[in-house]
């Protein structure tokens, strides 16, 4: 049986993994950079582009290595298309296509969002639709309506910030490094959540809104003096991350689900991920961004056959 290569450049992971057709994950290579855009505290798009260029074929080498094979078992290419970084997401696009049309194999262009749903049909876990899923990550928070597994459909989205946005904005607030989600959920174990009370914006319909939250807390560290701050930032890492999670969980159950799921890098937040014992949580290596989602949404979407994709350009947008 031919296997899947996944190939998952859109942002500042640089990952490759294969991938069986059914779903088995024979290795999940993920190489960050986060330590080259800490001191920016935030991607810088260029570096990121960069970066990739070096990484991508050692890294697709190694995600290879570690399955057991070579190219020649592989059977199809899976790569993220969109939405992304263009400058991030066409380094994956072309080596993606170098590589299928090297083989003449079929290359599957996948969409990222897609990608972190299929997160949740790789075994051992391997969810069935239906079911209602929060996507929650740095660039995107969406609530979903999965009726099928090669697709969903809108219920709401975030009218400004995305929850991970949310959480890397507040860690730079509080002078924490990037990505700012892991540090809120560490530094927020040692504090109290009813410390502050920071506001949960309430917008009509299933959408969400962060930026009201993140202006909330800079007005609160900017009434304390340097060493207030210090004393109080494991208290403001908390309550401001209990504000997103009291956000996320009311929104999730408006909906009235009979199952819900979630993914995402937000996914990996340990309160967010106790606060909903009922859900189906991605397994904590495949919240943040990596290639094996990739390979398993090209599972349930269409490839391009040979030499089609030649054309083929990534996109930084999802529509
Ligand atoms: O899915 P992802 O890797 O990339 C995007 O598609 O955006 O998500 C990255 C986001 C970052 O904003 C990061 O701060 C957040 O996920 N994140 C977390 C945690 N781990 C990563 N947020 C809260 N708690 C965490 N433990
Ligand atoms: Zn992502």
Redesign the pocket.
Known sequence: MKLILGIET??D?TAAAVVTANGEIASNVVASQAELHTAFGGVVPEIASRRHLELVNPVIQQALREAGATLDDVGTVAVTAYP?LIGALLVGVSAAKALAWARRLPLVPVN?LHG?VASLYLKPLDLEPPFTCLL?????TMLLDVQERGGYRALGTTLDD????A??KG?RLLGLG?????E??ELAKQGDPAAFDFPVARVPGLDFSFSGLKTALLYAVRDLSPQELAARRPDLAASY?RA?VRALVERVEAVDAKRVAVV???A???E?RVALPQAALAPLPL???NAAMIASAARYAEALPYPDYLSLDARATAG
């Open positions: 859109s942002c992971e992304g990222h972190h929650a990550s740095g660039g995107h995305a929850a991970g946005e959480f890397d860690a990037y990505p700012g989600g892991r809120i959920d991350q997103i995402g890098g937000v990996a937040n340990s967010l919240c943040t961004d």
